[in-house]
Nanobody
């Protein structure tokens, strides 16, 4: 059974940085796409970034150039480095692998 646990969220000032982690368990994920999504209050969940198992990455245009998705297959862990955070980035961030969702980690961007 696939389980995902996100961590690393918190309160950060505009312009600051955070690094999110998603620890995956239940199988080997090296041949699996792994993605980040987010849901802001009152909004639909939206795609943030995906790490393809062949090494490709794809980003939501709103975060491109500021966020970096990466993975450590040996640790079954997905990361999201978020730089130059904006208030609009405030949301609950979710990891998604094989149609399984984690519980989310909240990011608040405020001065």
């Amino acid at each position: 059974q696939v389980q995902l646990v996100e961590s690393g969220g918190g309160l950060v000032q505009p312009g600051g940085s955070l690094r999110l982690s998603c620890a995956a368990s239940g199988r080997n994920f090296s041949a699996t796409n792994m993605a980040w999504y987010r849901r802001a209050p009152g909004k639909e969940r939206e795609f943030v970034a995906v790490s393809g198992y062949l090494g490709t990455t794809l980003y939501n245009q709103a975060v491109k150039g500021r966020f970096t998705i990466s993975r450590d297959n040996a640790k079954n862990t997905l990361y999201l480095q978020m730089n130059r955070l904006e208030r609009e980035d405030g949301a609950t961030y979710y990891c998604n692998v094989l149609k399984v969702w984690g519980q989310g980690t909240q990011v608040t961007v405020s001065s």
